[in-house]
């Protein structure tokens, strides 16, 4: 049966054949202006086989949200993927050499981490909803398979 092409990326790729965890460019947009966009697939975990527990999805989203900024202006967004077995990331044009030391810097500043920014009722909308614990335990494992990155589909 053939599949026609359908308008999300991520929904063309086929989930059965990429082995996490790992970093891909999902997507190149180039803007009026000039700049280009340059989206990333953050994967954590084997598609459908395992995923995130919401408290670590949320809690890795607001500590990468804050903390990559840290070390660049070039990151438009941090957001998770619905599944729970990643996020995505939305740059200013950063390329891959450029990429992934910046995510390997802030997962490490994760790892660092005393406390979960924003996770409060006033700044979040659901701020009791977090665990540090849960977050920098899964992004340990992340970290642990760093020679991993860049190999998406399984040989």
């Given amino acids: ?14 989930h059965t054949k990429v082995a996490a965890p790992f970093v891909r460019i999902a997507d190149r947009k180039r803007l009026p202006g000039g700049d280009e966009l340059v989206k990333y ?3 954590f975990c084997q598609p459908n086989r395992e995923h995130l527990e919401m408290r670590a999805v949320h809690s890795i989203e607001h500590l990468t949200a804050e903390l990559m900024r840290n070390h660049t202006d070039r990151l438009i967004d941090w957001g998770p993927m619905g599944c729970q077995t990643g996020f995505y990331a939305l740059t200013l044009g950063l390329e ?7 995510l390997e810097a802030t997962f490490r500043d994760i790892l660092e981490a005393t406390e979960v920014p924003a996770a409060n009722e006033v700044q979040c909308g659901w701020g009791a ?5 849960a977050a920098q335990e899964a992004v340990r494992g992340f970290l642990d ?10 040989s």
Avoid: G, Y
């Fill in 1 to 14: 049966m053939a599949k026609h092409r359908m308008n999300v990326e991520s929904f063309n790729l086929d």
């Fill in 96 to 102: 891959p050499e450029e990429f992934l030391p910046l």
């Fill in 41 to 43: 697939d953050v994967r």
């Fill in 145 to 154: 398979k760093r020679d991993q990155w860049e190999t998406v589909f399984a």
């Fill in 129 to 133: 909803h977090h665990s540090l614990e």
